[in-house]
């Protein structure tokens, strides 16, 4: 085999580098002609992890969806769901008092406390049974309620769908998982496993109708995310009906109409005092 001399090798290098940067630099001008939405900047980026994420989803987690949903009877899945949920309502307390929601944060602090005691430590979901509804919140949309924009949409490896403001919050919620405290390390790592197969369980009909209506699936899981997380920062319209705009903030406010001036009366309305009757009886006949 012939080897290749030092300075040969380096000239090579030195006339690659150029021409490395310039291909890199075309790469990165060809995907910004490519990107026509402002929210998604980073549009090719995300349709490439997009297409790893589905590769793992095909390959591991969808199988193992599909088994488990086949073997695990649905009273069975049905308290693996309450369980997770209860350890959920714990941080959605935190950040509904974050948020000042205090109804919201009583109702959750009562549904833990209910469901931990009475319910097996979650397994049985009493709360609902006694009306207590659950709102679940997370840091991405505590922050979001304080003010913070979205941000570019970004799709995370493994994670999926999320906007800047939530990846940076992301932290945070894993910090703050009660499941991360678990003991031994094998039971915490057990439970997350088996939760992720849970949340992928319950969205295998999800994704068969996305497959099935969605020309582009990319666009409409991304246009689906973004509708979901500005409904549950702004949670309802403004005063005079306008959608929250694209980063999550709320529209501005526009000046109310004056109302209209009273006209007056016309010569088929009657222009004196109404009847004294009671409501729901019958007009009395003009007399003849």
Sequence with gaps: ???????????????????????MALLLAG??????????PLEPMNR??????????????KPAA????????PLVRTGVANFFGNLSDAWSFVNSALQFKFQNAAENFMRLNVNTVF????????????????????????????????????VLPLLGPST???TVALPIDRKADPLSYFSPV????????????????????????????????YSFTREAYLQKRRAEIIETKDSDGAEPKADGTPAPVSAPMPAPAASAPTPAEPAGPQSAEPPGQPASAPAR
């Excluded at 207590?132 to 979001?144: A, K, M, P, V």
């Design 186 to 217: 094998d039971v915490r790592n057990s439970l997350t496993v088996l939760r992720a197969v849970d949340i992928r369980a319950n969205l295998l009909r999800v994704g068969g109708v996305i497959d099935e209506a969605a020309l582009d699936k």
């Design 119 to 154: 319910g097996l430590g979650g397994i049985l979901d009493v709360a609902s049974e006694l009306n207590i509804e659950r709102h679940r919140e997370d840091f991405g949309q505590t922050l979001g309620r304080w003010g913070v924009p979205a941000g570019p949409y970004i």
């Design 48 to 61: 490439h992890v997009t297409t790893f994420n589905e590769g793992v989803d095909s390959l591991v987690l």
């Design 31 to 40: 995907c910004a002609g490519f990107n026509t939405n402002p929210r998604d």
């Design 1 to 23: 085999m012939t080897s290749i001399s030092p300075s040969v090798a380096r000239a090579v290098l030195r006339l690659a580098r150029p021409a490395s940067l310039a291909a």
């Design 164 to 166: 800047l403001r939530d």
């Design 66 to 73: 599909t088994a488990y949903k086949q073997a695990v009877p």
